[in-house]
């Protein structure tokens, strides 16, 4: 029977009351335990009225957020992981938010509200202790490959001249530098430790439950969310429930049946340099040219608080296996990677820098481009939250904070998700099968 009694975050650090170490390992004992075979306690609001009982199912960003904000305005939430929590691209993922990088399309709204909120969470969280945050330069390089590590001397002396917005530990043969974003519009958090700590300060303070079992379907009545049922038996009843199921969505047949998520494999690395190499916080979008005859690649550099760089690339849609523990990455991605890293800089070569994670993880995304965000067709009391691609931790606290308003206030506040609205993929659908009708007569 799925129980949770107790579990510990590597890496993780609570809120600045609990009692801590700056990014160190901290092991928490005092999550409230839920078995799956019944549904939580409901809790109780000062006037005496009972609490709505909202079950939300998928421990990645987005449905910790969702979580966070619903348990935060007194909801009873009880949170359903199949796996551990921020076990996939939540926990994989670089971290980076940017202001203003979605303002030409749809996701606009979201990604505008959402960097604020992870603003305002970062002074409330203390997020510059907790979980890494903090603004940054943003820079566009070009890279092209070469047979040895670069020159630290010369590489770095020609890339001062090129432009003083090359940082100094960037001593590969970097060309046109441009700078895409500052300390107003771009940011990043340790994506991991963000969700980590969101969950923490939810148990701790607002009541917040968590189950670890598999959920394997949500029971109806009379076209009402009523429960979940989990693959052990395990009931767990509800007013609401909210499925933010990432890449996974696309495994299970009530949203399926609907619209399409697939999976992007990306892969990543986490390097630990020396600390005389004085990595400053610069995020990196690299156009990388490796040898001749080959594409070239996008990858991405994001230095850390913590000393550590990660580095990420080398993504392709890819089959989800059923358990996150089976995904694994590629060793010829891997090596990729290895060799961007060092054509960047000569303290991330081997030998000078130690390889502390080599990893991949799924982005849920959509055939629109767009994610998921609203009420299911025809199940009342049900909502998802779902496709946000390569944005989902910058947008995982607007998202979280929209999702809590719908359920509780019946329309979101924050900003709106018409056009996030599941109900587009049936419109559509309706229009072919009209089209396909005309075209018959």
Known sequence: MAVLVTTSFPNFTLPRRFRRNKFGPIEISSIRCCSSSSAPPPATMDAGTTSKRVVVCGGGIIGVCTAYFLS???????????????????????????????????VSSLARASFNLHRTLARELNGAESYGYRTVNTLSLSITETASSPSSSSSAQSNRKSGS????WVDGAAKNPREIGTTATTAQVHPQLFTQTLLAK??????????????????????????????????????????ALGPWTGKFPLLSSIFRVYGIKAHSIVLDPKPD?????????????????RPPLDPEVYPRPTGEVYICGMSAEADVPDDPAQVVPAPESIQVLKTVAKNVSSHLAEGEATLKAKQACFLPCTDDSIPVIGVVPGLNGCYVATGHSCW????????GAAVSELVLDGHAGIVDLAQFSPARFLRARKRVQNLRICINL
């Open 277 to 293: 190499a004085m990595i400053t916080p610069h995020a990196l979008f690299l156009s990388y040219y490796p040898a001749p005859g």
């Open 202 to 243: 939810a148990v701790e303070d607002y009541r917040l439950k968590v189950v670890i079992g598999k959920l394997e379907r949500v029971e109806a009545v009379d076209g009402e969310a009523k429960a979940v049922v989990l693959e052990d038996g395990g009931v767990i009843e509800a007013d609401a429930v909210v499925l």
């Open 72 to 106: 935060k305005r007194g909801a009873a939430v009880t949170l359903v992981e199949k796996s551990s929590i921020a076990c996939g691209a939540s926990g994989k993922a670089g971290g980076f938010l940017a202001l203003d990088w979605c303002d030409d399309g749809p």
């Open 165 to 168: 917005t090359v940082p100094s």
């Open 392 to 399: 989902g931790i910058l947008n995982g606290p607007a998202t």
